[in-house]
């Protein structure tokens, strides 16, 4: 299964479907999870994320959290077997134990060091080209206001932008005018005939 935080969080298959939305504190359950993907995140970490303030926390908030933990499960059971277990518990708390590959904004931090680490500028290039199309929007999009994306918004936005620059600077000093005018229209927009 792939997760993408790099827009809106989408959950699609290996065969690239789409996995229908839970309601909407299973998956603010699940960007809690993905926001500290491969580390296990506590049970009140996650109650405090999915129900903020003391004020509006439910009369058993452990059990409340269980229950969307299996709602979580049960959704991506439905979507691929083995699905489930992707959500694992442990003496730490609950984490999402998926391959770094699956999920975009880690893939994007993979292809953007790799690029940085290269030399040769046309696979560098290349490189930063591919990280930065896997970007949908803004990061964790539908999770903007909540404060457990904040700082990893921040973190993959700065990355972006660097990445970016890189890309554009790298344009430049091969010459490649025309390719960067096109990455710089707005979408939609035909770059002008020469």
Known sequence: MRFEVLGPLTVRTENGEVVPAPEPKVRALLAALLVRVGRPVPVDTLVDDLWGGHDRLPSSPANSLQTKVSQLRRSLESAE???RGLVAYGPAGYE????????DAVRFETLT???YAESDA???????TEALELWRGPAYADFR?????RAAISHLEE???TARE?????????GEHAVLADEL???GRARAAP
């Open 166 to 174: 890189a890309l554009t600077e790298l344009r430049l000093a091969r």
């Open 96 to 103: 999402m134990r998926v391959p770094p590959g699956d999920v």
């Open 159 to 161: 990355q972006r932008l």
């Open 185 to 187: 229209a707005p979408p």
């Open 81 to 83: 077997p083995g699905g």
């Open 122 to 128: 046309g696979t560098k290039a290349s490189l930063l």
């Open 113 to 115: 060091s790799r690029a």
């Open 145 to 149: 206001d909540v404060d457990f994306t």
